[in-house]
């Protein structure tokens, strides 16, 4: 499985939120897969090991641009598809970057309405801000968008309500770019439960080392690119890998 193209200048993916955990699982496999990668962090000291060690592996330092930024930043986000222009054709977006809210995750009698708005500005607001700049150049290439969402936004978890709130937005609204954007590929991928840095903050304390690496998800997301499904569908990332 490829998810490269014969073009030959390598296609190229934003990937949100790549300085550690799914994201920079999901560049790596890319890079692997010979795309050129824009990607960011908030944490420029942990995205600029992030990628110095991620060009390493790959033996190749032009094909990864990383850029230490906030997704509710509107000048970053028009540096990270600026970057993209610059390195070729943008085929995918991928919307990653995302927050957990308060942890220990508070039950909905205790949620602070102003972490609640905080949440849905990065949670969904800033992935349709990044969208919307996207878009000239994905229609034209009739490319991708990934929305990376959770099972908290379809089932009723204790305290996962604003989480789970923030994400279900984060559906609709790829949903109805499905609808809207007939030239441009919308998928919801849920990559289940990873051993992630999130995931701990969500059961502070607790050992979640049962959890799987987010590495086991990347397979699964890769293949749902590349075999160009249909738009707007919701997967399951590790259900697409063989056990």
Known sequence: MSVSTSSATPPVAIVTGGSRGLGRALVAGLLDHGWSVVTDGRDPDRLADAAAELSTATGDLD???????DVEDERHLDDLVAAADRLGRLDLVVLNAGGLGPSPLPRLAELDPTALVE?????????????????????????????????????????WGAYGATKAALEHLARVLAAEEPEVTVHRIDPGDLRTDMHQAAFPGEDISDRPPPEVAVPGILRIVAERRPSGQRWAAQAEVPA
């Open 119 to 159: 949440l849905f500005a990065v949670n969904a607001v800033a992935p349709l801000r990044l969208v919307q700049r996207a878009l000239p150049a994905l229609r034209a290439n009739r490319g991708t968008v990934v929305a990376v969402t959770s099972d908290a936004a379809a089932e009723a978890y204790e305290g």
């Open 63 to 69: 094909r990864l641009v990383a850029l230490a930024g």
